[in-house]
């Protein structure tokens, strides 16, 4: 596992800007796997920057959500269906057709989160995963003591991840308390990837993910697990390693 310490949440999109404008370099049709939540905003910026600029070209490129909310009607401004839209898709203008994601609404939840699983292995599987974590330690919406080796499947959110996200939504009572995501398993056969952590509030699940032992109560732990996962975090994130 590669740690980068970087200045500030904006060099950190920059940093990661620049790792998926190379990656596309290589590969115009990658699938790049991106997260919700405030920390990967000013990636998103910093790519769509690019693009304005003609630094980089995202014609054909494929994208896929990590996670989901259940049972959000579909059009809700903050399922992550519409989240993604409006924060990667429009912004850097991409083919709405190249965007997959697991269905929160279907009525048979487990059949879309096995279907979801078996689209992203037949889509060639993800080439960068971009993550963020939960202060619990949660990589998408897997909780702590989530199996290392789950697959895409629905999760109950814990109160804290629920009192986290509830910033999103008018009242805590408004946030879902199931999720569909990605399971842990599935996250790591990506091919790189990439967690970004800004600010104080990160830095003990930080900590514990990078220097404490791999165990399924810290779910980002699972990372150093893989052959190529990179770690970017603030000075802020930064200060318990
Ligand atoms: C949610 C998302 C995660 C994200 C986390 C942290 O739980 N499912 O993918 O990493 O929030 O969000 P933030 O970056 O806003 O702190």
Known sequence: MEVVIV???????QLIADSIADLLRRKPDALL??????????????LAARVRDGAVDVSRARIAQLDEYVGLAPGHPESYRSVV?????EPLGLDPDAFMGPDGSATDVQAACERYDRALAEAGGVDLQLLGIGTDG????NEPCSSLASRTRIKTLTRQTREDNARFFDHLDDVPHHVITQGIGTI????HLVLLATGEGKAEAV???VEGPVAAFVP???LQLHPHATVVVDEAAASRL
Not at 7 to 13: C, F, T, V
Not at 188 to 191: D, G, N, P, T
Request: glycine share 12%; aromatic share 4%; net charge negative.
């Open 188 to 191: 790591l056969e990506a091919r």
């Open 33 to 46: 796997g991106v997260a919700t939540g405030s920390t990967p905003l000013p990636v998103y910026q910093a």
């Open 138 to 141: 949660h990589i998408g919406f």
């Open 220 to 222: 980002a732990s699972a």
């Open 7 to 13: 200045q500030d949440a904006a060099a950190g999109g």
């Open 207 to 209: 900590a514990q993910a």
């Open 85 to 89: 839209e409006r924060e990667v898709v």
